[in-house]
């Protein structure tokens, strides 16, 4: 790998493989696919992880990454009442975690709202 590549972190995530993302894509069963896929769906987030999912006791900063699909507006709650605005163009944020928390991210639009969640343990 080249030497100006950015360092990617190891990370527990869920992710939707390429193969699972085409067939949900291409199989709705719609004779107008625009009825559940693009502009006229809920958005897609196909990736979401964090690490570290284990914290030290006092806490620490996790950084969180995403892919999200059709979204227009995105938020990252901690599970504690604490919900962060995200810019739709972000791709990760670094959260300052202090008890052990459940990261949920809501990526929303016209349609509706996706959301996935990581469990970060503070020890």
């Known amino acids: 790998m080249p030497a100006s590549w950015p360092q990617v972190l190891p990370m527990k995530r869920v992710a939707i493989s390429a193969v699972v993302l085409g067939f949900l894509l291409a199989s709705c069963g ?3 696919c625009d009825t559940c896929h693009g502009e006229e769906s809920s958005p897609i987030i196909a990736a979401f992880g ?5 914290l ?3 806490g ?8 999200v699909y059709g979204a227009t507006s995105l938020s990252l709650s ?5 919900v962060t605005q995200i810019p739709v163009a972000t791709t ?32």
């Open 92 to 123: 990760s944020i670094v959260q300052d975690v202090t008890v052990t928390s459940t990261l949920t991210l809501s990526a929303t639009n016209t349609i509706g709202t996706s959301t996935v969640s990581v469990a970060i343990t503070v020890q």
């Open 60 to 67: 620490g900063n996790v950084a969180v990454t995403w892919t």
């Open 50 to 54: 964090a690490t570290p999912t284990k």
């Open 78 to 82: 901690d599970g504690h009442g604490r």
């Open 30 to 32: 719609h004779s107008n």
């Open 56 to 58: 030290p006791a006092g």
